[in-house]
């Protein structure tokens, strides 16, 4: 079984800096895109980001320009640099991830990491 592990979560002030990490472990799998994503409370889950093993990346509109996600194929890991945080950032960030594994196909997400933007 792959799991996926967040962590680089917390509090910080608007226009402040964060940087989110999640590493896959498990045994025998493949990654193929891997991807951000989001729930503030009351909302649905949306996608923030997503990368393919390729590199090709794509953005949510709301956080173009301020956040840059990025990938270590070799390392099973994916970041989320988030600069320029405002308020409606808050959420549990959930690292997703599409694998390969035991012959067949599945989604894996994370336990969820916590990011208030707030002064």
């Known amino acids: 079984q792959v799991q996926l592990v967040e962590s680089g979560g917390g509090l910080v002030q608007p226009g402040g800096s964060l940087r989110l990490s999640c590493a896959a472990s498990?045994?025998?799998?493949?990654?193929?895109?891997m991807g951000w994503y989001r729930q503030a409370p009351g909302k649905q889950r949306d996608l923030v980001a997503s990368?393919?093993?390729?590199?090709?990346?794509h953005y949510a509109d709301s956080v173009k320009g301020r956040f840059t996600i990025s990938r270590d194929n070799a390392a099973n890991t994916v970041s989320l640099q988030m600069n320029s945080l405002k308020p409606e950032d808050t959420a549990v960030y959930y690292c997703?991830?599409?694998?390969?594994?035991?012959?067949?196909?599945?989604?894996?997400w994370g336990q969820g990491t916590q990011v208030t933007v707030s002064s």
């Open positions: 997703n991830a599409d694998l390969f594994s035991s012959g067949s196909l599945s989604t894996g």
């Open positions: 498990g045994r025998r799998f493949s990654i193929y895109a």
């Open positions: 990368i393919t093993s390729g590199g090709n990346t």
